[in-house]
């Protein structure tokens, strides 16, 4: 059965950091493009950040230099380094793996930055 299972998410002040992760069952995700979604209160779910099939990795603008995305093949799981955390990084996080039209979501983890 494939399931994508977030986790991490929290409450975080400004200039925090936050580590979600994201465990996969039912298949490799080493053989997918493996991503980071999220979407705030009235607003369209945003893209985060990607790690290939091939290791190649990809981030929005409003993350770049502050967010990194890693996988652990053997573990299973996706990973998403937040630091320097935002007000405006406040949403609900979501994974996503896809591959020749197959596509799979996480269930989102919350994650909001307030002092």
């Known amino acids: 059965q494939v399931q994508l299972v977030e986790?991490?998410?929290g409450l975080v002040q400004p200039g925090g950091?936050?580590?979600?992760?994201?465990?996969?069952?039912?298949?490799?995700?080493?053989?997918?493009d493996m991503s980071?979604?999220?979407q705030a209160p009235g607003k369209e779910r945003e893209f985060v950040a990607v790690i290939t099939s091939t290791g190649i990795t990809n981030y929005g603008d409003?993350?770049?230099g502050r967010f990194t995305i890693s996988r652990d093949a053997f573990r299973n799981v996706m990973y998403l380094q937040m630091d320097?955390?935002?007000?405006?990084d406040t949403?609900?996080?979501?994974?996503k793996a896809g591959r020749l039209g197959f596509v799979?979501?996480?269930?989102?983890?919350q994650v909001t930055v307030s002092s």
């Open 7 to 9: 986790s991490g998410g």
């Open 17 to 32: 950091s936050l580590r979600l992760s994201c465990v996969v069952s039912g298949f490799s995700l080493s053989n997918y």
């Open 36 to 38: 980071w979604y999220r």
């Open 62 to 64: 409003s993350v770049k």
């Open 84 to 88: 320097s955390l935002k007000a405006e």
């Open 91 to 95: 949403a609900v996080y979501y994974c």
């Open 104 to 109: 799979a979501w996480g269930q989102g983890t």
